[in-house]
């Protein structure tokens, strides 16, 4: 395998890890609640675009119907599955986030900050 | 509607009841919790009647959409499954049924959502032992997940914080979970759990599956509290309300250890199972240890929850039949144990207004079956022998010394050990000491004019069924690991 | 800075219609045509990218617009406050019903091809069914998103 | 050319956004640099043909995630230590 | 502190990444997941789904039908995780009645 095939094959798995470590970083390191939070959806978005990557196919066609190519032969059209998941996984990061804003709207309510060492703190 | 809709309904009727809970909930304020009792009875039936079945003739699907795998998903109902699910619901029933007096004094207002939450996680729990896909899997996960960081957050102060952690530990577990399972996908095509096992000894050996699994086990312990992974769990069981801690505490980490199980047996137990039983072995001391150094009695419970998932994850990781059965049964015990411990821990704090170890003076006086119900659930934890506790712990030393293990025979003799310590405490402090010697005149005056003050009615028996329940597993040991355990063990 | 940020968006939502007329009409103006193209979407799923999920957010947009735009009481006419969870589960319901009825029927759970339409072969049968859980997919979308926003506005 | 050098720059816009918005100290910049990492990653998924997936993060990244995340922000606070 | 984490996220990230140079290359319409017919000579889903999806359902989105109707027990979850959200945010955050 030459490099240029390489870097054609599996440049977007290892940059999308990067992107997975990237957004684990933000939850680590980050003080901020609402950083922590916009950490989280980079790593969810990081992993539906793993799943999706991984549904695509040399010169094949979405996945609808062209009548004109008939549907015989799988080749012809992407993989349907992946896509299918990651609807339904997009869906929960949404409904999570939702929650997760919630819960922090309720600390700010509660002790009028969101630096996670301050609130450690107040918690003693 | 035939038989083979069993593994359906049971995760089906709580989302069916969660749906209605509040529509009922606005017209009568008080039919949600009657609502989620029925909703968990007809479960609990459902699953009773499930097991007898698969006991007596195996294991049966339920093909959803009419779709065989791996085109559409499947409901498998197993020995393992079956186990779980009665677990499972019967310790929600009888959690939900002590929850009713006691949600109206702590989350007041709140029931609907209380009770709405509540059947959605036991949904989830319920569907995510029943599944055999793993995506669907992790839908299940993800349900049962939203509804505890939502129960978690409401209780004292500091709770909406502890459940925010939670959420941000758990969606990375998910996440990790769900790259472990791309990583699966990709290399194996499949999706359904049966079809895995059969496809993964074809691509065992290679790189990516392994670390596929190991995600996927990362990501189950971080759901299930493993050791360096428990920093959400303390503080979520701490500060979150009474019947919601007795709800999550006993069943919520259990699935993720069957996530666990599940996975490990689709594998086929690779060779990372002795990093775990060591991180285990590890857990459980560490644990103890933590457990002794707390005067908060939910927290002293909640690190002991960490000490236990490790006997639990050890005896797994040790894959031999005997440790299996150990684990497996002390699942039960465990989910036994600490819903008594959290239960009679809400009404100690109800009527005494303080869950400070060494303010629990006068508690045999004023809530005598409390304490007694108490007082067995930790026998059972120390591992004193009419009791579950015991039986469980022989089984996995026993599992221990096949495996000829003797560092982990060491742990859980040392762990016992520990166990009596922090657990001695509480029984020195609430029975042995004087009743002199303290700061608070007021509070001196309040324990000494003691009367009897116990909990109400539906909160002590469901607490007492509950420990005559770690009673009885001890007794019939021989028979619950004969009939309904030993047909789960998988071949190692 | 910010306290100051919070107040005027809670006067808006709780008083009445915000002061510039043109976002005001921008806004009644912009929100059919956003609903028409959520039903669009929603209908249209079967044929081209889109369906439930899709349609139950646009759907949304539009009522949050007119909630930002019209302020909370004026928006009371168009979705109250008290409907939105009532009306999600019983877009769930719609979804779990449609499943239930099949089950009823004979066929497993879900399994449109045994919904008790007469005159339809299963390929039409599923076509319908599809569409029928779409509906309640949309409609719990859109009143849960909705409830989310009311709530975090007015915790 | 090279289909797939399209797609390695998407992924560079997409991790540097994905950098700029854990960086900025501003958390309304931060939020808007958020909504531009779900367009592009909407583009990308365009360019891997996943036109359903697009469609629903394009919609949701607009429609749901951009209002609750500034609703969020504006009812608490809008600077961040980090 | 701070460099231990990064450490150990660095480390992760290319465990992560020698795993991931050994998946399918992207774009393989052989690898496992794309092709039609597995080690065990069974139906693949993904090819399963683009083969039959119209004669199926009369519906030429593959995805819509795999979602309502393939696997449209994962679509009823997703309703319930949407409604689950709704739930929890109102247990959060509506104030205490009565």
Redesign the interface.
């Known amino acids: 395998m030459t490099a240029f095939e390489f870097a054609e094959g599996y440049s977007a798995y290892l940059l999308l890890v990067v992107l997975f470590a990237i957004g684990l970083y933000g939850m680590m390191m980050k003080q901020n609640l609402i950083k922590k939070i916009m950490g989280m959806s980079i790593v969810q978005s990081s992993v539906i675009l793993f799943f999706i990557v991984s549904a695509y196919k040399d010169d094949a066609t979405v996945s609808v119907i062209d009548y004109a190519r008939g549907v015989t032969n799988p080749d012809l059209y992407l993989n349907p599955l992946p896509h299918t998941l990651m609807l339904t996984a997009i869906v929960v990061a949404v409904v999570t986030l939702g929650v997760s804003f919630a819960l922090v709207i309720m600390i700010y309510k509660r002790f009028k900050t969101l630096h996670e060492p301050t609130l450690r703190e107040l918690m003693k | 509607m035939s038989d083979s809709n069993l593994p359906l309904l049971i995760p089906f009727t709580f989302l069916l009841a969660a749906l209605f809970v509040p529509l009922a909930g606005s017209v009568r304020r008080w039919a949600s919790q009657p609502l989620a009792v029925a909703a968990a009875l007809f479960s609990l039936g459902c699953s009773v009647a499930g097991m007898a079945r698969v006991f007596a003739s195996g294991t049966f699907r339920h093909y959803l959409a009419g779709w065989q795998p791996p085109i559409g998903i499947e409901f498998v109902f197993d020995p393992l499954a079956a186990f779980f699910l009665v677990m499972i619901t019967g310790v929600g029933c009888l959690v939900l049924i002590y929850s009713g007096p006691i949600a109206v004094e702590e989350i007041l207002g709140k029931r609907i959502g209380f009770y709405s939450l509540a059947m959605l996680l036991l949904a989830g729990l319920t569907g995510m032992v029943v599944t055999g896909d793993l995506f669907n899997l992790y839908v299940f996960l993800e349900i049962s997940a939203l509804a505890s960081y939502a129960l978690i957050a409401v209780g004292d102060q500091r709770a909406p914080y502890s459940a925010f952690r939670y959420l941000a530990l758990g969606t990375v577990g998910a996440s990790l979970y769900l790259m472990g399972l791309a990583f699966l996908f990709m290399s194996t095509g499949t999706l359904n759990m049966a079809e895995m096992a059969a496809i993964l000894p074809y691509v065992n050996q290679q790189p990516q599956v392994v670390v596929g699994i190991v995600l996927i086990l990362l990501g189950a312990g971080l759901k299930m509290a493993l050791f360096p992974m428990h920093a959400w769990l303390p503080d979520a069981y701490t500060n979150a309300s009474s019947p919601a801690t007795a709800l999550i505490a006993p069943i919520g980490t259990k699935v993720a250890v069957y996530l666990m199980i599940r996975v490990l047996i689709i594998s086929g137990f690779p060779a990372i199972i002795t990093i775990i039983s060591w991180v285990a072995a590890v857990g459980i001391i560490a644990g103890s240890i933590l457990a002794i150094g707390q005067s908060n009695l939910k927290r002293m419970l909640a690190y002991s929850s960490v000490a236990n998932i490790g006997y639990i994850v050890l005896g797994v990781s040790l894959a031999n039949p005997l440790a299996f059965i150990g684990a497996v049964l002390h699942i039960l015990n465990h989910a036994l144990m600490k819903a008594v411990l959290f239960m009679s821990a809400g009404g100690i704090f109800s009527k005494l207004g303080t869950l400070d170890i060494f303010k629990l003076r006068g508690l045999p006086k004023k809530m005598p079956f409390t304490t007694a119900a108490f007082l067995i659930a930790v026998f059972s934890m120390v591992g004193i022998p009419p009791t579950g506790g015991f039986f469980s712990k022989i089984y996995l030393i026993f599992g221990a010394i096949e495996a000829s293990a003797w560092v982990f025979v060491a742990a859980i003799l040392i762990s016992t050990v520990l166990n009596f310590f922090y657990f001695f405490r509480v029984i020195e402090f609430s029975f042995f000491k004087p009743y002199a010697k303290t700061e608070d005149p007021a509070q001196e005056q309040k324990s000494e004019t003691l009367k009897m003050d116990e909990m109400s009615m539906s909160m002590l028996l469901s607490t007492l069924i509950l420990a005559a329940a770690i009673v009885a597993v001890g007794v019939y040991n021989g028979e619950i690991v004969d009939n309904f355990i030993a047909g789960a063990v998988p071949g190692f | 800075m910010n306290e100051v940020n919070r107040d005027l968006l809670l006067r808006r939502h709780m008083e009445g219609p915000i002061v510039s007329p043109i976002v005001h009409v921008c806004c009644r103006g912009l929100a059919p045509f956003i609903q028409i193209t959520g039903l669009y979407v929603f209908f249209h799923g079967h044929y081209s990218p889109g369906g439930g999920f899709q349609g139950g957010v646009l759907l949304a947009a539009s009522i949050i617009m007119l909630r930002m735009s019209l302020g909370l009481a004026d928006s009371q006419r168009i979705m109250p406050n008290r409907l939105p969870i009532p009306l999600a589960a019983l877009g769930a319901l719609i979804y779990a019903g449609t499943g239930l009825l099949a089950m009823l029927w004979g066929g497993s759970y879900l399994d449109y091809s045994f919904l008790p339409l007469p005159m339809l072969d299963p390929a039409m049968l599923r076509y319908v069914g599809i569409l029928v859980i779409e509906l309640g997919v949309t409609i719990c979308v859109m009143s849960t998103l909705i409830s989310i926003y009311d709530n975090l506005l007015g915790s | 050319m090279l289909p797939w050098l399209i797609e390695v720059i998407l992924f560079t816009v997409l991790i540097v956004a994905a950098l700029v918005a854990l960086g900025l100290r501003n958390l309304l910049a931060a939020v808007v640099t958020l909504n531009i990492f779900s367009f592009m990653s909407a583009t990308i998924m365009v360019k891997l043909g996943a036109i359903d997936v697009a469609f629903t993060e394009a919609v949701v990244g607009a429609g749901a995630v951009g209002v609750i995340n500034i609703l969020a922000i504006l009812l608490t606070s809008r600077k961040s230590a980090d | 502190m ?1 460099a231990i ?2 450490l150990v ?2 480390s ?2 290319a ?15 052989n ?6 017919e ?3 000579k ?57």
């Open positions: 701070k984490h990064i996220l660095a992760f990230a465990l992560l990444m020698v795993a991931a140079v050994h998946l399918p290359r992207r774009g393989d319409p690898s496992p997941a794309n092709r039609a597995n080690v065990l069974g139906p693949v889903a993904g090819a399963y789904y683009i083969q039959n999806a119209y004669l199926d359902a009369k519906t030429p989105n593959m995805v819509t039908v795999i979602l309502a109707d393939y696997r449209g027990f994962d679509t009823l979850g997703e309703t319930v995780v949407v409604f689950a959200g709704g739930v929890a945010c109102l247990y959060l955050l509506r104030r205490r009645t009565s």
